[in-house]
């Protein structure tokens, strides 16, 4: 069992800049990959940046140069900055996670998700 937690989510002006974190605990070893979400109200989900357990790194064309996903394994934390932001990226983040099952195959685990909100 993996339970995440986002945090960081708020209200900023077109261009600012804001930090999410995802925290883990639970059974952490067990992590595989780790994304990014976001939904904006009736839009589809959209998986926007990646990153595995041994620091690979993917992107979509829409955040790359502005979002940077990181990862502390210590910590069980994946962190987001995200920076000139445009009204496009306000929605709910959430962030996921591949977990190893003890026997066999993989689940995935999400955060309960985290306000972002950009004015104009």
């Known amino acids: 069992q993996v339970q995440l937690v986002e945090s960081g989510g708020g209200l900023v002006q077109a261009g600012g800049s804001l930090s999410l974190s995802c925290a883990a605990s639970?059974?952490?070893?067990?992590?595989?990959?780790i994304a990014w979400h976001r939904q904006a109200p009736g839009k589809q989900r959209e998986l926007f940046a990646s990153?595995?357990?041994?620091?690979?790194?993917n992107y979509v064309d829409s955040v790359k140069g502005r979002f940077t996903i990181s990862r502390d394994n210590g910590k069980n934390s994946v962190y987001l900055q995200m920076n000139s932001l445009k009204p496009d990226d306000t929605g709910v983040y959430y962030c996921?996670?591949?977990?190893?099952?003890?026997?066999?195959?993989?689940?995935?685990?999400w955060g309960q998700g985290t306000q972002v909100t950009v004015s104009s």
């Open positions: 996921s996670a591949e977990v190893r099952r003890v026997v066999s195959g993989y689940d995935e685990y």
């Open positions: 639970g059974s952490t070893f067990r992590i595989n990959d």
């Open positions: 990153i595995t357990t041994g620091g690979n790194i």
